[in-house]
């Protein structure tokens, strides 16, 4: 069997307009979003990756989507953000992976569902985690911070969503939002203390 082109490994997080829970997870996604159009940033960092013989451990990207109010109709507005700490050879690399043209799960969105890609734009990309809490912060462009949704059987674990068709994972972490603010590629939205919908999981994807 060949060996893939690339391969990633690490974890994500991500956080969306909708109100909690989201519906278009539990409906592959058929369901209307809880308001006019879901705006949507999914955020990962590499713990193990590479491109070829490009080493892309440490580094982080982001996805920036605005769809219509039923994501699976298609017609999204999509962008990108890749790690300033990346060399150039490696902004080639991770670029071409998360904008979805060296194929993987990002390629299967791009063919499928997006009729507006906005670009790749480069940034410091500043990851948080401690317990059930995320965050992240893009200077300019994004900033959101989530915490895991726990269950009272006092495991310390929050709630899962599992046998999904989420391009991150099957299986996501339920969580809620402190803040969600997008003010790149013309996606502006701000949302402070509504509880909005959040996930987390680790994430592996190969190409």
């Keep these: 069997m060949a060996e893939n082109a690339w391969q990633l490994r690490g974890d994500y997080m991500e956080s969306c307009n909708c109100d909690y829970l989201c519906p278009c997870i539990y409906t592959n996604p058929q369901a209307e979003a809880t308001h006019a159009d879901c705006t949507a940033a999914m955020v990962f960092h590499i713990d193990e990756g590479r491109h ?3 080493r892309l451990d440490g580094l982080a ?3 920036l989507i605005r769809s219509g109010r039923i994501m ?3 017609n999204w507005s999509f962008a990108v953000v890749v790690d300033e700490a990346a060399d150039p050879a490696q902004r080639a690399a991770l670029g071409a992976i998360a904008a979805g043209e060296a194929g993987g799960p990002t390629g299967a969105i791009r063919a499928g569902l997006v009729s507006d890609f906005r670009g790749i734009a480069h940034a410091p990309i500043r990851l948080t985690a401690d317990g059930l809490r995320r965050g992240v912060e893009i200077p300019g462009i ?9 269950s009272r059987n006092r495991s310390g674990e929050p709630f899962y969503l599992d046998n999904t068709a989420h391009p991150a994972n099957r299986r996501l972490a339920l969580a809620r939002a402190e803040r969600f603010d997008v003010q790149g590629f013309g996606l502006d939205l701000s949302l402070h203390g509504h509880g909005n919908n959040g996930h987390f999981a680790p994430f592996a994807w190969a190409g």
Excluded: N, R, T, Y
């Excluded at 994004?142 to 949704?149: D, N, T």
């Design 72 to 74: 699976s109709e298609g």
């Design 61 to 63: 990207f982001a996805l």
């Design 142 to 150: 994004l900033s959101f911070a989530i915490e895991g949704v726990a």
């Design 52 to 54: 070829g013989a490009q």
